[in-house]
Each structure stands twice: as structure tokens, then as C-alpha cells.
């Protein structure tokens, strides 16, 4: 892929760019000749402008291969390079799923299965809160709460 990018030294940057989009996008559409094949970009609310035009050729280069490309990001966090993706990648008809945190009551079983500390269901209720529902966010405030105690795990993060 690097020689595809530089070619001989005679080309300008974009030139440069559209034969690597055309390097990867050939040797995924290969990988994806002998196997489904599965691209997993998570957290695309933090991806440069370069990754952003990258998915979207590849997702029109390799959309008659059996390929999933999965991508992750923030809905609270769309730039406008990403938002210019999304829109162009639209086309393509994407399953959208949004992934909403846990209930207060999912929150509980989670804390409980996690730590060991017996809370009532006020500390519990702040621990959702808290939270969000975030699963990781409420994983780690549970192993917080195992190793530190109640008032560190629901203690105000300073801004």
C-alpha cells in the first residue's frame, strides 16, 4: 500500500491519494474473494477527513463483495467530516442501529453481578444516574466502588 501512495515520486498528493483508496480497496476486495470478510472502525467520531474519504470509497468499491463494514461512533459527537460521510454513505442504504444505555433496573443487575458491596436502591438509582446507562461506565464505577467505596464511585468528576 505505501508504494501505491508514494508511486514513483512524480505524483501530487492527491494523485497519491486515489491510488491508495484503489490499493486498499483491492486488497480487501482480494481478502474478501476467498471469505466474507468483516472491517470494524470503531469510534469513527474521532477519524481524520483521509479515514472518513477512505470508507466511503471503500464502501462503494467493495459493495457487491461479501463484506461488512461496521462503523462506530458517538451521535453526540458528529463533526462535519463525519456528518459529510454519513450523508455520502447514505446511499448505500445502511442498517442504523442506536445503541441507548441500560435501564435503571439493567443498571442494578450489572453493579450487583460486578462488585460485591450490597447497595439499596438509592445508591443504585445514583449509580444509573450517574452513568447513564453507559455499560463500561457503569462496569467500571462498580470496580470502583469495589475498591474504593461509595463516595468515590458516585463523587462529582471535576470539569
Known amino acids: 500500500l505505501d508504494d501505491a501512495a508514494t508511486g514513483h515520486g512524480d505524483a501530487d498528493v492527491s494523485t497519491g491519494r486515489f491510488r491508495l ?3 486498499a480497496g483491492d486488497y480487501l476486495a ?7 470478510l468483516l472491517l ?4 469513527l467520531h474521532w477519524a481524520d477527513e483521509e479515514t472518513l474519504a477512505l470508507l466511503v470509497r471503500l464502501a462503494g ?3 457487491d463483495r461479501p ?3 461496521l462503523a462506530t461512533f ?5 463533526a462535519d467530516g463525519l456528518a459529510a460521510a454519513l450523508a455520502a454513505l447514505a446511499r448505500h442504504e445502511p442498517a442504523r442501529i442506536d445503541l441507548g444505555g441500560l435501564s435503571p433496573d439493567e443498571v442494578a443487575v450489572l453493579v450487583r453481578a460486578t462488585c460485591a ?3 439499596d436502591d438509592a445508591e443504585l438509582s445514583a449509580i444509573a444516574e450517574r452513568t447513564g446507562g453507559n455499560p463500561f461506565f457503569t462496569r467500571e464505577t462498580a470496580r470502583l466502588l469495589d475498591a ?3 463516595p468515590a464511585a458516585t463523587r462529582r468528576v471535576p470539569a
Open 148 to 150: 474504593e467505596g461509595l
Open 67 to 69: 463484506v461488512l463494514l
Open 74 to 78: 458517538r451521535q453526540t459527537e458528529v
Open 30 to 36: 482480494g481478502l474478501a474473494g476467498t471469505a466474507p
Open 61 to 63: 468499491r467493495l459493495r
Open 117 to 119: 458491596a450490597n447497595l
Open 40 to 43: 470494524v472502525l470503531d469510534d
Open 21 to 23: 483508496h484503489l490499493a
